[in-house]
């Protein structure tokens, strides 16, 4: 498992281009046949994945967790961005089609991983937190969430957000989750900015053709940094910095967040023009 330890606004304001990469960029991501994870200090997220190809894939057990096995004290939210798959956690089974999303909770011992086909393998993102109750495991369909659909034409940030497990969905214990489609055309995804001091987030980019790219945006909103992302990567964002992108094309991201509190709506505003 890789590991990331928190850095501090003072200490992000020097980094170069290379030092943000390492500190914030994920790109060990969507391997075939077996799992990949990145531990980050904030907030103990674990952002992985997985795709099944050829074979079912067991979720493994990793020394620094220091646990009987994964999700002794953790949740997982699954999210699937490839080809239909079939996850089975201890006793249930889930099928999970492209963008439908699994919750799993915790104190289950057994979770295996399975594409429907070989040639169209299912790719399944992985954002696991620390978790004090068990809350049941279930599968959240991308049709049962019903989009908001949020920003205009006129500023190329036209895009509709699927929420999945937050606390008016279904429950968790401080694992909050969903994804955002941007529109043909738009290119803007959480453009106004915001903070939320209370939350780390993650988030993944998905569906992004293979010769474009997102600017994502990062830092204090008057101390802004911004790191180039491809195709099915990921960044973390400190609970302290703004997240928004700026594509070449359109695409889609999936959000993770997890700290203090579970409310969506809980966001300090930036207003554009105080960005820097
Ligand atoms: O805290 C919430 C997250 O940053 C995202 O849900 C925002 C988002 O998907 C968007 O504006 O497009
Ligand atoms: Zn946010």
Redesign the pocket.
């Known amino acids: 498992m890789n590991q990331r330890y928190a850095n501090s606004p003072q200490e992000v304001a020097k980094m170069n281009t290379e030092e943000i990469r390492n500190n914030f960029l994920i790109e060990d991501l969507m391997w075939h046949d077996k799992f990949s994870f990145t531990y980050s200090h904030y907030d103990r997220a674990i952002v992985g994945s997985v795709v099944p190809a050829s074979k079912i894939l067991e979720l493994p057990n990793f020394d620094n967790l220091r646990s009987e096995y994964f999700l002794e004290r953790r949740e997982l939210g699954i999210i699937n961005v490839g080809g239909p798959g079939e996850i089975v956690a201890d006793d249930e089974s889930f099928k999970i089609n492209k963008l439908d999303a699994v919750y799993v909770g915790m104190g289950t011992k057994s979770i295996t991983f399975k594409s429907v086909s070989q040639d169209d393998p299912a790719k399944l993102y992985l954002f696991s937190t620390p978790a004090h109750q068990s809350y049941p495991s279930a599968l959240i369909k991308k049709e049962e969430a019903a989009p908001v659909n949020i920003g205009s034409k006129e500023t190329a940030n036209e ?1 509709s ?1 699927y929420k999945y497990i937050y606390l008016q969905g279904k429950r968790s214990c401080q694992l909050v989750m ?1 994804l ?1 489609l941007l529109h043909p055309g738009s290119v803007w ?2 453009m106004p900015s915001h903070t ?1 001091d209370r939350r780390m ?1 993650a988030y993944f980019y998905f569906d992004l053709p293979s010769d474009q790219v997102v600017f994502h945006y990062m830092g204090q909103p008057q101390e802004t940094r911004h790191l180039v992302v491809q195709n099915d990567q990921a960044i973390l964002s400190p609970p302290w910095s703004i ?1 928004s992108g700026c594509g070449t094309s359109n695409y889609g991201f999936i ?1 993770a ?1 997890a700290g203090e509190n579970q409310d ?1 709506a809980d ?1 300090d505003p930036v207003l554009v023009k105080d960005l820097r």
């Open positions: 895009r957000i969903g955002t995804n959480t939320h987030e997240h959000w967040m969506y966001m």
